[in-house]
């Protein structure tokens, strides 16, 4: 007997997400799923960022790696709530295991919580985690053909931050074309140039930030 | 290794169905993934394979078609299959074949990750 389903196969994992995005709405907390490739600057640019608004914003990160707490140390001395999660092996996070992280958050009163998923450009473009929006981050060293090889990712955003300019006379990093293929795959993306070492670039990451809790708010 | 993942949704999705439709044997899965979902056939049909291992739906078989991307020029609307490549690589960027415009297509079809029937008894 053939039975048609016509189901969607991810479909738990978007009922889960949907959950965590009403929560999220109702608590009026901002909440950015940091996508990159592994050494491409995220944990760098969370702790830059961390320190920088501090003052202004309550923020919580969820780091995402397949071991090891490393990162999530490193975060946690900027101060902020950090829930650590391994995933074993898995190449992504999910929004169950978002769901039980921010069951360990407090949530009261935040403003922002950072999703620092896995490092890979292609597995957690594909699981929705509740989030806001995802921010792709494509350093410098990586090579400007990644947006071409990778396009789901790029094609989702809501923000690129280009990492790593200070190297940009160093390499052959054409940035233009970056520009012109992500813009082809996605109109309505935005671009910020940046280094998270220099901080060249960083006051534009950061307003983008405040705009985006400002909306939240309002 | 995405795969792993999507094989479990896929199992969860099979078994609801499987007690719906009250069957008790399964033979097939039929499975439709986009190309832009970077899904390997053989891995997905390795952990499909794995996770029915000594359970009563050993020896399913899946059936996975990959549907290719078809894209509609942001331009002048004509819609149009990219060249097939190995990878996804340039499929974006590739000029539509009736204006020329060679960015901003709008993907219509190759995204899609369903599965689409089941067959048992």
Same mark, same amino acid.
């Given at each position: 007997?053939?039975? $048609?389903?016509?189901?969607?196969?991810?479909?738990?994992?978007?009922?889960?997400?949907?959950?965590?995005q009403?929560?999220?709405?109702?608590?009026?907390?901002?909440?950015?799923?940091?996508i990159?490739?592994?050494?491409?600057g995220?944990?760098?640019?969370?702790?830059?960022?961390?320190?920088?608004?501090?003052?202004?914003?309550?923020?919580a990160?969820?780091?995402?790696d397949?071991?090891?707490?490393?990162?999530?140390?490193?975060?946690?001395?900027?101060?902020?709530?950090?829930?650590?999660?391994?995933?074993?092996?898995?190449?992504?996070?999910?929004?169950?295991?978002?769901?039980?992280?921010?069951?360990?958050?407090s949530?009261?009163?935040?403003?922002?919580?950072?999703?620092?998923?896995?490092g890979?450009?292609?597995?957690?473009?594909?699981?929705?985690?509740g989030?806001?929006?995802?921010?792709?981050?494509?350093?410098? $060293?990586?090579?400007?053909?990644?947006?071409?090889?990778? $396009?789901?990712?790029f094609?989702?955003?809501?923000?690129?931050?280009?990492n790593?300019?200070?190297?940009? $006379?160093?390499?052959?990093?054409?940035?233009?074309?970056?520009?012109?293929?992500?813009?082809?795959?996605?109109?309505?993306?935005?671009?910020?140039?940046?280094?998270?070492?220099?901080?060249?670039?960083?006051?534009?990451?950061?307003?983008?930030?405040?705009?985006?809790?400002?909306e939240?708010?309002? | 290794m995405?795969?792993?993942?999507?094989?479990?949704?896929?199992?969860?999705?099979?078994?609801?169905?499987?007690?719906?439709?009250?069957?008790?044997v399964?033979f097939?899965?039929?499975?439709?993934?986009?190309?832009l979902?970077?899904?390997?056939?053989?891995?997905?049909?390795?952990?499909?394979?794995?996770?029915?291992r000594?359970?009563?739906?050993?020896?399913?078989?899946?059936?996975?078609?990959t549907?290719?991307?078809?894209?509609?020029?942001?331009?002048c609307?004509?819609?149009?299959?990219?060249?097939?490549?190995?990878n996804?690589?340039?499929?974006?960027?590739?000029?539509?074949?009736?204006?020329?415009?060679?960015?901003?297509?709008?993907?219509?079809?190759?995204?899609?990750?369903?599965?689409?029937?089941?067959?048992?008894?």
């Open positions: 007997m053939k039975i $048609p389903v016509i189901r969607r196969i991810l479909e738990s994992n978007e009922e889960k997400a949907q959950e965590l009403d929560f999220f709405e109702a608590n009026g907390i901002v909440v950015l799923n940091l990159s490739s592994p050494g491409a995220k944990t760098t640019l969370l702790e830059k960022t961390l320190n920088a608004l501090r003052d202004e914003f309550n923020m990160v969820i780091e995402g397949i071991q090891t707490t490393a990162d999530a140390e490193r975060i946690a001395r900027c101060g902020v709530q950090t829930v650590q999660i391994n995933t074993e092996g898995a190449c992504h996070l999910d929004s169950y295991m978002i769901y039980r992280a921010v069951e360990k958050l949530t009261e009163h935040l403003d922002i919580i950072f999703i620092e998923n896995v890979n450009l292609v597995c957690p473009a594909e699981f929705k985690v989030e806001d929006g995802k921010v792709a981050l494509l350093s410098v $060293p990586e090579g400007d053909d990644k947006p071409e090889k990778y $396009p789901l990712l094609s989702e955003a809501k923000l690129l931050l280009i790593k300019i200070d190297l940009l $006379p160093y390499l052959e990093f054409d940035l233009e074309k970056v520009e012109k293929v992500v813009r082809g795959l996605n109109p309505s993306l935005e671009i910020v140039k940046l280094s998270a070492r220099t901080g060249e670039g960083f006051e534009e990451w950061l307003s983008w930030l405040r705009k985006r809790v400002e939240k708010r309002s | 995405h795969e792993m993942s999507i094989a479990q949704s896929l199992l969860d999705i099979i078994r609801d169905e499987m007690e719906k439709n009250q069957l008790k399964l097939k899965v039929k499975v439709k993934t986009g190309k979902n970077a899904i390997v056939p053989d891995a997905l049909t390795f952990c499909f394979d794995l996770l029915l000594d359970t009563p739906w050993e020896g399913a078989i899946l059936e996975i078609e549907v290719p991307v078809r894209l509609k020029c942001v331009e609307g004509y819609e149009f299959y990219p060249p097939i490549e190995e996804v690589v340039s499929i974006f960027s590739i000029p539509c074949p009736s204006c020329g415009a060679d960015f901003g297509h709008r993907v219509l079809e190759g995204k899609e990750l369903l599965i689409e029937y089941i067959e048992g008894e």
